[in-house]
């Protein structure tokens, strides 16, 4: 099967959990036997060159759209095209779709079905079936919780923010319906995905998992252990609000409890200059870090204090894979049934967060959380299970 995967303008040089399921996805397509290329939005804030990268990593041709970021356009084809083109997201897939040259391309390549990564591509799914080609919507988000979630207490007063959250329902609902089949992350909403159409939902976890998958991971006589925290890019809300309540909250009181016990390391781009300055003796700010797999193998202990953010979060469920004993917020459960003192450990409050970490001086306990996280990783995060899962979403991806 020729397959066309079709993304957001998300390929930047610090990978987050989106690019790197984009291509996990990509490898298990080529491990079935399919053929692959990707078509991608492109913005001036990604890099060319990491495009280029793709196309030789994966060996698979590589195609982008520029949009036209004109407000002017987006108001006219919101007003005489779709109100769903408010969202500037779905706006750049609008206009991808009239473009001559993706038109002639697909013409050209002939896809027996089309990925779509993130449910703003409605405009794409519409298109793609109207063409008859066969559809796979991948979804990472519930779109409008996931926008709310982001916004300040303010920004959820402001009567646009509340239009631009039912724009975002609105193009999430049409994008599953129109679909021919969807392969969801497990987060809360699936069972409205399954209202909205009752056939061909899959859940499917995270493609990257498998790649992360390591043994029980254990440095035993450390005296002093390192904690780490992982954010790919502080931009995103939900990653800066887990970095300063640990920076701000947690460390600062597990230090005072255990001042040379621990060393916490926050990981991940454009950390803000307030929040960096904070990051003085035990607690050090990393930045990138280029080589993770080198930094990890020195680490001892993953912290994960989100608090928002419904979806199956990657860096907390790479943590679990590589099996780290780990600390996470009832959030960051994903959707999984992770029992709390088994595989992870679960705090609601700061207090319960330090006293956790220092809970996890005892090497034994370490030792029963690493094991646990990593039967766990085995049993749910398999490459053979992922790639029966993407087969059935390609099979029944036929326009209904």
């Known amino acids: ?49 990491v495009l280029e990268w793709v196309s030789k990593e994966y060996g698979i041709p590589v195609r982008f759209f520029e949009p036209d970021p004109s407000l002017l356009l987006r108001l ?120 909205w159409k009752p056939k061909n939902i899959a859940v499917l976890t995270l493609t990257f998992l498998p790649e992360s998958l390591r043994g029980a991971h254990l440095n035993s006589d450390k005296k002093k252990l390192d904690v780490f925290y992982l954010g790919a890019n502080y931009s995103v809300i939900f990653h800066l609000r887990g970095a300063k309540k640990l920076i701000e909250e947690i460390a600062p009181q597990v230090l005072q409890n255990a001042l040379n016990d621990f060393t916490f390391h926050i990981c991940g781009a454009k950390l803000p200059d307030e929040l960096v300055k904070k990051c003085i003796g035990n607690i050090v700010y990393e930045g990138y870090v280029p080589d993770l797999e080198a930094f990890l193998s020195k680490m001892d202990i993953g912290v994960f204090p989100v608090e928002t953010g419904k979806t199956m979060k990657g860096k907390v469920f790479e943590t679990l894979a590589r099996a780290f004993p780990m600390i996470i917020s009832p959030n960051c459960l994903g959707g999984y049934q992770l029992v709390d003192g088994k595989e992870v450990l679960v705090a609601h409050t700061t207090a319960q967060f330090a006293e956790n970490i220092l809970k996890l001086r005892d090497p034994e306990i370490r030792k029963k959380l690493a094991e646990g996280a990593h039967e766990f990783g085995r049993k749910n995060f398999g490459k053979e299970a992922l790639l029966s899962v993407l087969a059935k979403l390609l099979s029944s991806s036929k326009i209904s």
């Open 76 to 195: 006219r084809d919101t007003l005489f095209r779709s109100p769903l083109f408010f969202d500037g997201a779905s706006h750049v897939f609008g206009q991808m779709v009239r473009d001559r040259t993706f038109n002639d391309y697909v013409e050209s390549y002939a896809p027996d079905a089309i990925i779509s990564f993130i449910s703003d591509s409605w405009p794409l799914i519409a298109w793609a079936r109207a063409e008859g080609i066969h559809t796979v919507l991948r979804s990472h988000n519930f779109e409008s919780s996931f926008l709310w979630e982001a916004l300040s207490t303010a920004g959820k007063w402001n009567p646009i923010n509340w239009f631009r959250c039912a724009v975002k329902y609105g193009a999430e609902k049409r994008a599953v319906c129109l679909a021919g089949a969807v392969g969801t992350l497990p987060f809360v909403q699936v069972s409205t995905y399954r209202k």
């Open 1 to 49: 099967m020729k397959v066309l995967i079709a993304t957001p303008a998300c390929h930047g040089k610090n990978i987050g959990a989106v690019q790197k399921d984009i291509y996990g996805t990509i490898k298990l397509l080529k491990e079935l036997g399919h053929t692959v290329a990707l078509y991608t939005i492109k913005s001036h804030h990604r890099d060319a060159s």
